[in-house]
């Protein structure tokens, strides 16, 4: 069974872990530890105590930033990212927040169809806002609360 929990400072590794092999462009360790220190919000979704996805979230009043989530790619399509980002609107709504915006790579269908799914819309292109050998744009998109 999945359960759903607040991201600990313990889970840092293991969730740079699960970056690394789903991420073209992974956060770095460095990055996990700085987004937790300055006070971002995460979850996890854990199945007999071992991670199987996460997601981190910025709130800034009245709005929150969807930063990364990602899922072991043996357990896709298997609900954990629904359940994640459901567990993030849920608390965004807790808190207040009445829109959610996020960048996805312009090439990542699949997940643009994911956010579609859930609400999102399309809202503009950051050109080459992904830096590589070769630079990518980003899809902005937003979902109201």
Not at 31 to 44: D, I, M, R, T
Not at 63 to 72: D, N, R
């Amino acid at each position: 069974m999945y359960k759903i929990s607040l991201l600990d400072i313990n889970d840092l590794e293991e969730a740079y872990e699960i970056e690394v092999l789903t991420n073209p462009s992974p956060w770095s360790i460095d990055n996990f530890k700085s987004s937790f220190e300055v006070g971002h919000h995460g979850l996890v979704c854990k199945e007999d105590n071992k991670m199987l996805g996460f997601l981190i979230f910025s709130p800034i009043k009245p709005e929150a930033h969807l930063l990364s989530i990602a899922v072991i790619e043996t357990q896709q399509y298997k609900g954990i990212g629904s359940l994640l980002l459901k567990s993030m609107v849920s608390q965004c709504k807790a808190m207040g927040i009445n829109q959610v915006f996020l960048e996805v790579r312009a090439s990542n269908e699949k997940a643009i169809g994911f956010y579609q799914k859930y609400g999102f819309k399309k809202d503009a292109i950051r050109e080459n806002y992904y830096s590589g050998d070769i630079p990518e744009d980003a899809l902005l998109m937003s979902l109201g609360l």
